[in-house]
């Protein structure tokens, strides 16, 4: 094994431990002879089962927030269990909204950098990290220099989470820690944006628009073509901030990153925001005006002509379709 | 209200971006501009500022090279002032440096809110608010969509995976927004001329007591490597002569979605 230990953000959802949680949880487990979880919310001790079947022998909980937002608490829980127990060599902290507050948190509390947006890790010599950079058009690898835990925030996707058919966690109960007015930001109420079909990092084809569908409206064509196919449909960072659809919706870096079988791209140019989110995946069809879009470079079939053409004659075509 | 806003200095994105040798920091040498991501939190203060009907904006940006002109930008747009720690000892910081830097830095300054852009556009770390606001020892809210000052609480509200939370913290706390929380107003004229005689305060490095925390010494972290990624193998570029979905639909059949 490349390192001792190693200590792995587990992040709850709705509906327990979320996958990319898992995917750390697997990659931890190739790398580390010991992998421990740390993990918060009311159902921890039901989500140790599936903390252990994915390689945590522990899972360190932080318990029940109630409403306050992760970052300070769990930073300050992880903090505190690193004065007591000893630091590991490591902390995989997965790309998330709350991820990415308890990794700032944690890095500043114990004056360690934070490599973010890992793409990829190996255990050559101590733990070395892939980014991608330009839009994926280079792989940049790096590593901490300086004395451990390096906290380590890992991209969605870059690892496949395998059960390991392990038994459940033991789960130990973090002591809280008084955080005052600093760990006070706090959850009135939760909005749930309703969206039918398969989830967009799940679906196997996924549609996304950009600025070429012209207006607002133009998205419905995405919509419609999405439902036709089975599939989920995503958005460029430009007509997100633009306001036609919501952020839910966004694939690229500051997005959801999706690796479906077929990725059709609607009016996108392809900036490199937008390609990092979708360049793994395994077929590419592009439509757009511009035969000069960078999108092609990266596209396995490319229509060079007008979304309100091409598509329009596609969902009639799919429409037609013998079912 | 004082909103202080942190603001970076970035190449221009829309042209090419390269890694320097040697250090395989991103090559900043050329000509910064005010990154637009931070253009929505420069605005959002304004207005929070507006609403409350008194206060200033306040700027704080580093720069290993006394560059300002992203600045005036942001002190075109409306901003009071600005404090700049610049220095060429900055030059290859990390995320954490940089929060240590803007965090001495707003220790000179009277704040009751800061705001910051979610990540930068050129380095997308995405970590240097909160590292900031932990070290000043403030609550903060990552991903605002929206922000509203009510008295001495903000509320925000937050994307999330599902949609979004309503968030509310006590004052002073740090924010990020994200693209799109409101419309940042272009430069007037006016505004672009009065610019030229804000203040922008700057310090070094050694004035805020930050030796040897920052730079890459300071980063505790090296690039090992950089590659040219594995290519996708070249595709099939057609121009639609009208049988742009009859081939879509041959793909699709290929690879048997449909």
């Known amino acids: 094994m490349s390192v001792a230990k190693i200590w792995v953000v587990a992040e709850p959802s709705a509906s327990g431990i979320t996958t990319t949680s898992l995917e750390l949880l697997t990659a931890a487990r190739e790398l580390a002879d ?282 009639d075509a799919l429409k037609s379709r013998p079912a | 209200m004082n909103v202080v806003v942190c603001v970076k200095q970035i190449p221009d994105p829309a042209a090419p971006q390269s890694l320097e040798p040697g250090t395989n920091t991103l090559d900043r040498s050329g000509k910064l501009i005010l990154d637009d991501s931070d253009a929505y939190g420069v605005e959002m203060a304004l207005q929070l500022v507006d609403t409350a009907g008194g206060g200033e904006v306040i700027l704080v940006s580093m720069a290993p090279n006394g560059e300002s002109g992203g600045l005036r930008t942001a002190l075109a747009m409306g901003a009071a002032r600005a404090v700049l720690v610049s220095d060429p000892a900055l030059k290859g910081t990390d995320a954490l440096g940089t929060a240590k830097v803007l965090a001495a830095a707003i220790r000179t300054v009277e704040y009751d809110l800061i705001l910051a852009a979610t990540e930068s556009t050129d380095g997308y770390t995405g970590t240097t608010p909160v590292q900031l606001a932990e070290l000043l020892g403030l609550p903060s809210v990552t991903f605002a969509k929206s922000v509203a000052v009510d008295g001495s609480t903000v509320r925000v509200e937050r994307q999330t995976e599902a949609g979004f939370d309503e968030v509310t913290s006590p004052l002073p706390a740090v924010v990020t927004v994200t693209a799109g929380v409101v419309e940042p107003r272009y430069p007037s004229f006016k505004g672009i001329m009065a610019a030229k005689s804000k203040p922008v305060d700057q310090h070094t490095v050694a004035d805020l007591g930050l030796d040897g925390q920052v730079g890459v010494a300071g980063a505790r972290q090296e690039i090992v490597e950089v590659a040219a990624a594995e290519a996708r193998s070249a595709g099939e570029i057609v121009v639609d002569e009208g049988d742009g979905a009859q081939r879509i639909v041959q793909f699709l059949e290929s690879v048997k979605v449909i």
């Open chain 1, 34 to 315: 010991s992998v421990e979880a740390i993990s918060w919310g009311p159902n921890t001790q039901a989500n140790a089962a599936t903390l252990g079947e994915y390689g945590a022998s522990v899972v360190h909980d932080a318990g029940d927030l109630a409403g306050k937002l992760p970052g300070v608490p769990v930073a300050a829980a992880i903090a505190a269990l690193v004065a007591s127990a000893g630091a590991p060599d490591a902390i995989l902290v997965p790309t998330s909204y709350d991820g990415r507050d308890i990794a700032g948190r944690l890095s500043a509390k114990l004056d360690r950098p934070v490599l973010t947006n890992i793409t990829g890790l190996s255990g050559a010599a101590g733990l070395v990290t892939e980014h991608q950079v330009f839009g994926g058009a280079q792989v940049v690898t790096a590593r901490f220099t300086g004395d451990g835990p390096g906290i380590y925030v890992i991209r969605a996707k870059s690892f496949a989470a395998e059960s390991a058919g392990g038994a459940a966690a033991t789960v130990t109960a973090l002591a809280p820690v008084e955080t005052g007015s600093t760990g006070s930001a706090t959850i009135q109420t939760s909005h749930v944006e309703e969206r039918t079909g398969p989830a967009l990092d799940e679906a196997a084809v996924v549609v996304s628009g950009g600025r070429g569908l012209g207006e607002a409206a133009g998205y419905e064509l995405i919509e419609e073509l999405a439902r036709l196919l089975n599939g989920a449909a995503g958005a460029s960072r430009a007509i997100v901030d633009a306001g036609w659809v919501p952020y839910s919706h966004q694939v690229g870096q500051t997005g959801k990153t999706v690796k479906p079988t077929v990725y059709l791209a609607c009016g996108i140019s392809g900036a490199t925001q937008h390609m990092v989110g979708m360049k793994g995946s395994k077929n590419i069809v592009a439509v757009n005006k511009d035969a000069d879009a960078p999108i092609f470079t990266i596209a396995d079939l490319g229509i060079v002509g007008d979304v309100h053409k091409v598509l329009p004659a596609l969902i």
